[in-house]
């Protein structure tokens, strides 16, 4: 166990040292990136370190997957912006000797669209859609509190009468101490490639993400506060519209941005925030906030809710109903709903 443990840690800092950063929009498969679970949704977008009976956050980080988990089925459904829907339905397996599995289907449909030539003509109208079959596995190092997993995504995307095909993979490690609520989290995320094109000719590389994740549940209080640190392998996220000219002063010099300010932007633009309120054991109201979604989608007159996340769950009978709600731009926002369940639970004992 020890020999496997170590060449699996290797084998991780072998590919983050390899990793490549890449600008939003030079990378394919992008529709992975989006939130899965209605409870991920609420809390900012990401959540990688809460281990609980939840099959819906083992999809973020495999190494969550636990036996808790034998036998649970998760299934969810999106209304996203601009008409685009997607979702969802996954299903854990525990086995004593083999560990804990996974197995997922996620798509994502775009909606009909119409097709037009160069001069603008309308001809008639085509659809497109993409999904991923996910097979997932985790174990514990040793009986401990750390957990390492891996995650296979095989990846069809069509577009009209183009096609692709890929694969990628993600690794995860997760040290939780259940004494002390105290959870800290490792994400690889899409270490693969695209084996087949849209036009056969020009591969596309997909986008690469290393994430780390804590979260925190003070012993006597009802509220776990989690922290996520997203893209760290590439520290300026901003991006420049080369249609929007910089500021300039009377001189017509460009007006240096503070330094402080500037590093501090960046800075907070890795990081997710989300806390859960637990109000019952069956009642939870979540809420999150996102700084680079809102630097991205919000307007400089009136930025509206864009980057602010939030939702709530609670259970009935034997079924776990999560809704949360992430605002984008002032003319729309993404609902998300989620669904759990154990089938043991419907077996007599």
């Known amino acids: 166990m020890k020999i496997k443990t170590t060449i699996f840690f290797f084998i991780i800092l072998l590919i983050s040292l390899v990793g490549y950063s890449q600008p939003g929009g030079n990378s394919?498969?992008?529709?992975?990136?989006?939130?899965?679970?209605?409870?991920?949704?609420?809390?900012?977008?990401?959540?990688?370190?809460?281990?609980?009976?939840?099959?819906n956050v083992a999809l973020v980080n495999p190494s969550l997957l636990s036996d808790s988990m034998n036998?649970?089925?998760?299934?969810?459904?999106?209304?996203?912006?601009?008409?685009?829907?997607?979702?969802?339905?996954?299903?854990?397996?525990?086995?004593k000797r083999g560990g804990n599995f996974s197995a997922g289907l996620y798509y994502l449909d775009y909606g009909k669209m119409n097709r037009a030539d160069n001069t603008?003509?309308?001809?008639?109208t085509f659809g497109a859609n993409e999904m991923s079959f996910n097979l997932s596995y985790a174990h514990s190092v040793l009986d401990s509190n750390l957990a390492i997993g891996v995650d296979l995504k095989t990846i069809y995307s069509a577009m009209d009468v183009y096609t692709s095909l890929g694969t990628a993979i993600d690794f995860g490690a997760t040290y939780y101490n259940p004494k002390t609520n105290f959870?800290?989290?490792?994400?690889?995320?899409?270490?693969?490639?695209q084996w087949y094109s849209y036009d056969d000719i020009?591969?596309?590389?997909?986008?690469?993400?290393?994430?780390?994740?804590?979260?925190?549940?003070p012993k006597h209080v009802p509220?776990?506060?989690?922290?996520?640190?997203?893209?760290?392998?590439?520290?300026?996220?901003t991006y420049q519209d080369p249609l929007t000219p910089y500021p300039r002063d009377a001189n017509g010099e460009i007006i240096q941005p503070n330094k402080y300010k500037e590093f501090g932007d960046k800075l907070i633009r890795h990081i997710v925030?989300?806390?859960?309120?637990?109000?019952?054991?069956?009642?939870?109201?979540?809420?999150g906030y996102n700084?680079?979604?809102?630097?991205?989608?919000?307007?400089?007159?009136?930025?509206?809710?864009?980057?602010?996340?939030?939702?709530?769950?609670?259970?009935?009978?034997?079924?776990?109903?999560?809704?949360?709600?992430?605002?984008y731009l002032m003319a729309g926002a993404s609902n998300n709903f989620s669904i759990s369940f154990d089938i043991n639970s419907f077996y007599s004992r």
């Open 28 to 55: 394919t498969y992008q529709f992975l990136n989006l939130p899965i679970s209605a409870r991920v949704t609420a809390l900012g977008g990401n959540l990688l370190s809460v281990k609980d009976n939840d099959l």
């Open 71 to 95: 036998n649970n089925v998760a299934l969810s459904f999106i209304n996203y912006i601009a008409g685009i829907k997607y979702g969802y339905v996954a299903y854990g397996k525990h086995f």
């Open 120 to 124: 603008g003509a309308v001809n008639g």
């Open 183 to 193: 959870g800290l989290a490792a994400v690889i995320k899409n270490v693969g490639t």
């Open 202 to 217: 020009t591969k596309e590389r997909l986008f690469f993400e290393i994430q780390l994740g804590t979260s925190y549940k």
């Open 223 to 237: 509220v776990r506060i989690s922290v996520e640190y997203q893209n760290l392998e590439r520290w300026d996220l």
């Open 273 to 287: 925030v989300g806390g859960e309120f637990i109000i019952t054991k069956n009642l939870f109201i979540r809420v």
């Open 291 to 327: 700084y680079k979604r809102r630097e991205e989608y919000s307007s400089s007159v009136k930025p509206g809710e864009a980057g602010v996340s939030y939702g709530f769950g609670f259970r009935v009978y034997k079924f776990h109903f999560s809704y949360g709600r992430a605002n």
